[in-house]
Nanobody, 117 residues
Framework: QVQLVESGGGLVQPGGSLRLSCAAS????????MGWYRQAPGKQRELVAT???????NYADSVKGRFTILREDGKNTVLLQMNSLKPEDTAVYYC???????????WGQGTQVTVSS
């Protein structure tokens, strides 16, 4: 079992920055890929960014060049640095991890990000 706790969400003006953090606990040695997803009101949950155990990253086209995903394995943490935020980035952001050899996905409880003037 893996438990995930997100933090760092809030209200920010367009053009501003936020850093989201997700701390994992439990069976952390089984974690492989880590990622962030988001869900805006009335929309499906979508991928924001992922990072593999080897450090390879993948980003949604809508956030490329503005968001950066980082993992700190020594702290069992994955971060999402969000710069140049836009109103369309407003959503609940969820942390997600995969585990191996038991193939499972775990999700955090979500943290609200609101971009508004």
């Amino acid at each position: 079992q893996v438990q995930l706790v997100e933090s760092g969400g809030g209200l920010v003006q367009p053009g501003g920055s936020l850093r989201l953090s997700c701390a994992a606990s439990g069976s952390v040695l089984t974690i492989t890929n880590m990622g962030w997803y988001r869900q805006a009101p009335g929309k499906q949950r979508e991928l924001v960014a992922t990072i593999t155990a080897g450090g390879s990253t993948n980003y949604a086209d809508s956030v490329k060049g503005r968001f950066t995903i980082l993992r700190e394995d020594g702290k069992n943490t994955v971060l999402l640095q969000m710069n140049s935020l836009k109103p369309e980035d407003t959503a609940v952001y969820y942390c997600q991890v995969d585990t191996y050899p038991i193939l499972r996905q775990y999700w955090g409880q979500g943290t609200q990000v609101t971009v508004s003037s």
